[in-house]
């Protein structure tokens, strides 16, 4: 069953979608992807958690406050509302969910949030990261290079003279802060709580993931990392793709039968 639903503290309404398991073994709260990458891989995450729910395990997914059908403008998104929108979130899931708590998952620059929420709570968690984007000033670097391409290559501007706004990035209004706070987040020296649990899946497992591995395991944190079918791998950086949903059906269908076999 899915039920949409408003939840939050007055004035910061949120919207989400329960993919309720009728029982439930597990519960996933996920995280959608920033900007223009939360549009595409809407999708994606819908078949996912559909997935997972008729596999027993329940998900919430939601919208960051100023983003989606949640309440507020784009350029009311910042980094200590995500963590104070993911706080709602796992409260909001915390009804009926196991001692053993909720499996934290985030796709693309998602991840640099819920790991600075996941540090800031000082407690072991259980984390699904999906193609992460573990450095925030290389996050912030393809998205202004999208942007450039967007607006003076694409087309889009026939008659020219299209200029880069400082307070808005890839078609939204953006907080003047948000990007620089956002580029000042590496996920690579990143300590999280030991005990925490770590599963990463990816496509190509670059330099950044390997690093990202070898940190946690360091501090105690247990990391697996699952190898996505290559040719299912999303171009995020498609100049082409900027407006196409992603949605890569085999990585769907392996990540949502790796997350049902992992219940706790």
């Known amino acids: 069953m899915t039920l949409p639903l408003f939840f939050g503290r007055p004035g910061r309404r949120l ?23 939360g ?18 395990v329940s998900t919430l997914r939601f919208d960051w406050y100023g983003s989606g059908d949640s309440a507020g403008e784009s350029d009311e998104l910042t980094l200590q509302g995500m963590l104070d929108d993911l706080a709602a979130a796992r409260s909001e899931l915390s009804t009926g969910t196991p001692a053993a708590g909720c499996r934290f998952f985030a796709v693309r620059g ?13 407690v072991p968690a ?12 290389e996050l912030v670097a393809e998205w202004r290079q999208q942007h450039a391409w967007q607006l003076t290559a694409a087309g889009r501007f026939t ?6 706004e400082p307070d808005e990035l890839l078609g939204f209004d953006i907080d003047g802060q948000l990007l620089g706070r956002l580029a000042r987040l590496d996920a690579l ?33 247990k990391v697996e990392v699952v190898t996505l079918d290559p040719g299912d791998r999303v ?30």
């Open 159 to 164: 008659r020219g003279g299209a200029v880069a």
């Open 39 to 56: 549009t595409r891989c809407h999708r994606a995450l819908w078949a996912l958690a559909e997935t997972l729910a008729r596999a027993g």
């Open 110 to 122: 998602a991840a640099l949030p819920l790991l600075a929420y996941v540090r800031s709570q000082g």
């Open 15 to 37: 919207y989400g979608m329960h993919h309720r398991a009728q029982p439930a073994r597990d519960h996933v709260l996920m995280c959608a992807p920033l900007l223009h990458e």
């Open 189 to 221: 020296h990143m300590e999280l709580p030991a005990g925490s649990e770590v599963l990463l899946a990816t496509w190509d497992f670059p330099p950044s993931h390997r690093q990202f591995v070898e940190s946690q395991q360091q501090m105690g944190v």
């Open 126 to 137: 259980r984390i699904v990261l999906w193609d992460p984007v573990l450095v925030g000033d």
């Open 235 to 264: 171009d995020w950086q498609d100049r082409h793709a900027f407006e196409l949903q992603a949605f890569p059906r085999r990585s769907v269908s392996r990540l949502a039968g790796r997350l049902a076999g992992a219940v706790a």
